[in-house]
């Protein structure tokens, strides 16, 4: 099964940026359709950004629309997300997902396959 692994995790300060990578054991495009979701405490995980099974195609939540972007490099076999202009409500876990299934809801987490362990994100002043 695929492996994933997150990293790019740390403290940043509000408005700062923080670039997250997700490690993939095989290649994703035309493989796997690649999502980041979060995790806050006390909160449910909720959908973060996602990529298609192929190609480019992007898509976000409302949240982090204009501010995140996430990118996949079939030649490291990651993804990648680049967050600006952080908020303390960015705070959470982050964890990359892969899912097998070539159409589905993406930003439900029940439509992924496999899941990275996480990395923390802190936004403080």
């Known amino acids: 099964q695929v492996q994933l692994a997150e990293s790019g995790g740390g403290l940043v300060q509000v408005g700062g940026s923080l670039r997250l990578s997700c490690a993939v054991s095989e290649r994703t495009d035309g493989n796997y359709a690649m999502g980041w979701f979060r995790q806050a405490p006390g909160k449910e995980r909720e959908f973060v950004a996602a990529i298609a099974w192929t190609g480019s195609h992007t898509f976000y939540a409302d949240s982090v629309k204009g501010r995140f972007a996430m990118s996949r490099d079939d030649a490291q076999n990651t993804v990648s997300l680049q967050m600006t202009s952080l908020k303390f409500e960015d705070t959470a876990v982050y964890y990359c997902?892969?899912?097998?299934?070539?159409?589905?809801?993406?930003?439900?987490?029940?439509?992924?396959?496999?899941w990275g362990q996480g990395t923390q994100v802190t936004v403080s002043s």
């Open positions: 997902a892969a899912s097998a299934t070539r159409w589905a809801n993406r930003q439900n987490p029940a439509t992924y396959d496999f």
